[in-house]
């Protein structure tokens, strides 16, 4: 990626929705130039789809945690296969140190995560677990 790759997938960062014709006036580039770039994007894999992110309104309503695991041996691939079953998992990264896997959980009640919890924690193949439940948002910079 070149210097304005880089710039429009910043503008596309900021607003998916944003029109060829919108970006190649910001960017002050012909459009046939935006469209060709978006096109190769696509294509290599640097795109990898568009997105919706949700507005703070939207954020607040959900409670947000983090989960550690530490896992058995081996058991990673059908851990991760039952973790993508369930919906409040929304990522999960695997890790080095002390534990194995970090997951991002977002809940609309306290119940949902509790439950969300003990279903992780009953997955065969998980040693042990800790959540940390999210208070407040100090900075994002996440795209």
Known sequence: MDD??????????????????????????????????????????????????????????????????????RAQAAILGRLKALPAVERVHSTSGRVDLLLQLACASTAELDETLDQIGNITGVRSSESLVHLSTKFDRSV
């Open 4 to 73: 304005l790759d880089r710039a429009i997938v910043a503008q596309l960062a900021q607003d998916a929705r944003m029109s060829v014709a919108v970006l190649a006036r910001r960017l002050k580039v012909a459009r046939s130039t935006v469209q060709a770039r978006l096109e190769r994007l696509e294509t290599t894999g640097a795109i990898a789809g568009y997105t919706l992110r949700l507005g703070e309104a939207a954020r607040l309503a959900r409670i947000r945690a983090t989960c550690l695991l530490t896992i058995e041996p």
